[in-house]
């Protein structure tokens, strides 16, 4: 079901959505209308397109894209679906008596907005670390692995 959103003024000049094509801007705004009260939409480009431009002859697909490069929109599955999610949703739109119809990434649905910030706050912390964590793992030197008790006891 269609909700009414709120578009700031601040929108207009966010780096981030004037780096979109105007289109892509307003695919942006129309996306937030069939997102859940979470910012959650299917990722399906059809049904997505039916919602926005019916009778347009526009190339969705490329615009999803934008929105994915640009950051406002991330892209995840859960048991072999697709969905999409407006990164800044819980900054931006305020929702009295939320209801929530799709899965957040860690799959479970949403029973309240708390919940709804739990899980996204844990992302932004694992995705952080993931950034920051080297990508190559030291091996240890064979037969030179220690029990946990370097350090401890006589000797120190």
């Known amino acids: 079901m269609a909700r009414i959103r709120t578009v700031k003024p601040e929108f207009w000049t966010s780096e981030q959505i004037m780096n979109l094509s105007p289109i892509a801007r307003l695919l942006f705004i129309?996306?937030?209308?069939?997102?859940?009260?979470?910012?959650?939409?299917?990722?399906?480009?059809?049904?997505?397109?039916?919602?926005?431009?019916?009778?347009?002859?526009?190339?969705?697909?490329?615009?999803?894209?934008?929105?994915?490069?640009?950051?406002?929109?991330?892209?995840?599955e859960v048991e072999g679906k697709s969905y999409w999610r407006v990164t800044g949703w819980q900054r931006h739109q305020r929702i009295d008596r939320p209801t929530f119809k799709h899965p957040l990434p860690n799959g479970v649905i949403p029973k309240n907005h708390d919940e709804v910030m739990r899980v996204l706050e844990f992302q932004a912390i694992k995705k952080n670390l993931d950034e920051y964590s080297p990508n190559e793992r030291r091996a240890l030197t064979p037969g030179m692995e220690g029990k946990g008790m370097e350090g401890k006891g006589r000797g120190r």
């Open 30 to 76: 129309g996306l937030w209308n069939f997102c859940d009260d979470a910012g959650i939409h299917p990722a399906s480009i059809k049904s997505l397109k039916a919602q926005i431009f019916p009778v347009d002859d526009i190339d969705v697909a490329s615009l999803v894209d934008e929105l994915i490069q640009e950051g406002l929109v991330d892209e995840y």
